[in-house]
C-alpha cells in the first residue's frame, strides 16, 4: 500500500521569506499524482499544486513550486515570498491513475506558520 | 460554478443515534469521495461513489457506516448509533471523471458525539 510521509510537523518563516515543506512517498509504481492542499483554520480543503509523475518539470502556481525527485519519492513544496495569508495545514497525498482506484492518500500534514 | 456543498456543516449527536451527512458535487461532477479527519490528523479515504454504484470502500468501518450516490439527488453517509469515536470531520470530493481529474473538497461537516 502507498503511504506519504511529512516529517515536519510545524514549519515557520518570516513573512516575505521562502520555506520549503517537505514530503516523502512510497510507492512501487511508476505513474501516479501528487497534490499538496492546504487546509486554512476555515478547514477548507484548497489545492495548491499537482504534479504528473511521468512529466519531469517541475510544476508551479505563482509563489508555489515543487520539487519532485521521482527516484528518491520527494515531493517537497516551495513557498516563496510568503504571506500572512499562506498560513494553514499543507498536506501532501499521492493517488494512483488506476481506474476505480483514485482515492487520495494524504501524508499527517505540516503546520505552517507566517510570521509577520 | 458552485463548489461542492455539504450539509449540515456542524452536527451533534449524543451516543446511540444516527446521523446522516449530505454531499452535493460540483456541477457535472459524478465522481464522490468521502473522506474522515480526526482531530490533529490527515484526512482517510473512506468511500468512492459513482451514481448508484459504490466503487471503493476501502476505507468505510464494516460496521454502522455505509454510503449511498442515488440517481437524483446528493450523496448520503450514514452512520448509525454514533459513538464518541466517531467525532470527526467528515469531507467530500468530487471530479468530473475518475482516472485523472483533481478531487475538489467542500467545506466539510464536522461532526461531534455527546
Known amino acids: 500500500a502507498q503511504t506519504v510521509t511529512q516529517s515536519q510537523p510545524e514549519m515557520s518563516v518570516q513573512e516575505a521569506e521562502t520555506v520549503t515543506l517537505s514530503c516523502t512517498y512510497d510507492t512501487s509504481e511508476s505513474d501516479y499524482y501528487l497534490f499538496w492542499y492546504k487546509q486554512p483554520p476555515s478547514r477548507q480543503m484548497i489545492l495548491v499544486i499537482r504534479?504528473?509523475?511521468?512529466?519531469?518539470q517541475n510544476a508551479t502556481e505563482n509563489r508555489f513550486s515543487v520539487n519532485f525527485q521521482k527516484a528518491a519519492k520527494s515531493f517537497s513544496l516551495k513557498i516563496s515570498d510568503s504571506q500572512l495569508g499562506d498560513a494553514a495545514m499543507y498536506f501532501c497525498?499521492?493517488?494512483?491513475?488506476?481506474?476505480?482506484?483514485?482515492?487520495?492518500?494524504f501524508g499527517q500534514g505540516t503546520r505552517l506558520t507566517i510570521n509577520p | 460554478n458552485a463548489g461542492v456543498m455539504q450539509n449540515p456543516r456542524h452536527l451533534v449527536r449524543r451516543r446511540g443515534q444516527e446521523a446522516r451527512l449530505r454531499c452535493s458535487p460540483m456541477?457535472?461532477?459524478?465522481?464522490v469521495y468521502w473522506y474522515r479527519q480526526l482531530p490533529e490528523e490527515g484526512l482517510k479515504f473512506m468511500v468512492y461513489l459513482q451514481k448508484e454504484n459504490i466503487i471503493d470502500e476501502s476505507g468505510m468501518p464494516k460496521e454502522r457506516f455505509s454510503a449511498e450516490f442515488p440517481k437524483e439527488g446528493p450523496s448520503i453517509l450514514r452512520i448509525q448509533q454514533v459513538v464518541r469515536g466517531d467525532s470527526a470531520a467528515y469531507f467530500c470530493?468530487?471530479?468530473?471523471?475518475?482516472?485523472?481529474?483533481?478531487?475538489?473538497f467542500g467545506p466539510g461537516t464536522r461532526l461531534t458525539v455527546l
Open positions: 497525498a499521492y493517488r494512483r491513475v488506476i481506474q476505480g482506484a483514485q482515492k487520495l492518500v
Open positions: 504534479q504528473e509523475a511521468y512529466k519531469q
Open positions: 470530493a468530487s471530479s468530473q471523471t475518475g482516472s485523472t481529474d483533481t478531487q475538489y
Open positions: 456541477k457535472g461532477h459524478s465522481h
